[in-house]
């Protein structure tokens, strides 16, 4: 009897594995990080929907940031597009590098607001 429980055990402990953990891996998003050159960390795990409802952000342009002439426009968002298509490497005038505007934005705002990671490892798990 002791067999045929386990072997059941086992056999659902198969079926179910594949189902669920590709469920798991769609709720894994990374911070798209092609645009750096040589990147010295992990990619940032985060989940978007997740930061967003625990934050109470509404609005995609709080992050998905429009400037122009150096002035943030309000009603603009820039979600449809990578950070990297505006920012470079390196800062160009007064728009900082890609680096940096990941660390501003991100980093920036939980200092302000005195919530969220702000050092290195929080973000950049291994």
Known sequence: MRKWAL???????LIITPISSPRAQDEIDLLDESGFE???RSAVVFLHDDHNDLA???????????????VKLED?????QKC???????????????R?????????CHMKMKKGPVM????HRR
Do not use: R, W
């Open 7 to 13: 072997f059941a055990f086992m056999l659902t402990l």
């Open 38 to 40: 040589n990147s010295q």
């Open 56 to 70: 109470q952000i509404d609005e995609c342009s709080e992050c998905h940031h429009v400037y122009e002439d150096g």
């Open 76 to 80: 603009e968002s820039s979600e449809d």
């Open 84 to 98: 990297s298509d505006c920012h470079g490497q390196k800062p160009s005038g007064a728009m900082p590098g890609l």
């Open 100 to 108: 940096a505007a990941f660390h501003l934005n991100c980093k920036g």
């Open 120 to 123: 290195c490892g929080q973000c």
